[in-house]
């Protein structure tokens, strides 16, 4: 299993062009596609990112797609693809929504993009947000905590083991015992369920004090130790040097060394797992950024 070594901290990005939310998206994604998607990714690789993340929603109702849109490309299906297309960066699903699907076929589709990829996967597994959309496939979201918390243990039994109250499955995750499971939101249950049955925990947000206290808490009392365990952290949007256009009045801009104070700065010292998002207006730009990350703006956040 990848775990995060004591002393570092992965740095990631969620993919552009495969989640495509009109609060989010700059305009050069809208007319991007396969080769641009590919192009960011191995760009990311090439740079030293630790991993590239996609998102999971299956269908938009319509009062909610001027914000949302309606572009969002399968997580499983958009892993798969880029593990062909990728070598060594990890393979994050930010997130999987688990109600959504039974453990079982969780576990197929979780453990064979562990498979193709070679051990790659991270799976960020979260309970769910929109309500329409759990009508949409006759589920009552006002339960699916307790699914959680009932489906989460069966998919790591079934992640960890070929055969589950006998019914077996392969191929095998390539990882052992299995991939890490980071779980996902900011609420008191979604830590619970992290310290019980997960290697990680991703925020829905910014890392808070108070969140990062509560999880060590929970951890101390389950007597599992901090080191390896992962705490996210999502940073604001930057783009590394002067921008010639607005880029939000949220966006952090400088110098590498500016910039990464500023997110350290922001964040609990125990996070070891920062996502951060580069802006830029274009394509080339976009990976121009990403590579800059890489060289001068990684190191400092490691």
Known sequence: MRIID???RWVGTQLPIQAQSSLFVAEWERGAGPDELAQVAQTCEVAGFDYVGVCDHIAIPERAAPAMGTHWMDPIATLSWLAAKTERIHLLT???VLPYRHARVAAKQLSTVDHLSEGRLVAGIGAGHLAEEFDLLNLDFSSRGRVMDERLPELVLALENEFVAGFGASPRPTQQPR???WIAGSSAPAIRRAVDVGDGWLPQGPATPRLVESLKD????AQRPV???AIGHIAPPIHL???DVDLGKHTITGSATQVADR???AMPADVNQIQIRVMANSLDEYCAQLSWAGAELLPLLR
């Open 6 to 8: 004591p002393g570092r």
């Open 94 to 96: 930010h997130v999987y």
């Open 179 to 181: 991939p890490p499971v």
């Open 218 to 221: 929970r951890l101390a009392r």
């Open 227 to 229: 080191d390896g365990f």
């Open 241 to 243: 040097g002067a921008a």
């Open 263 to 265: 997110l350290l700065s």
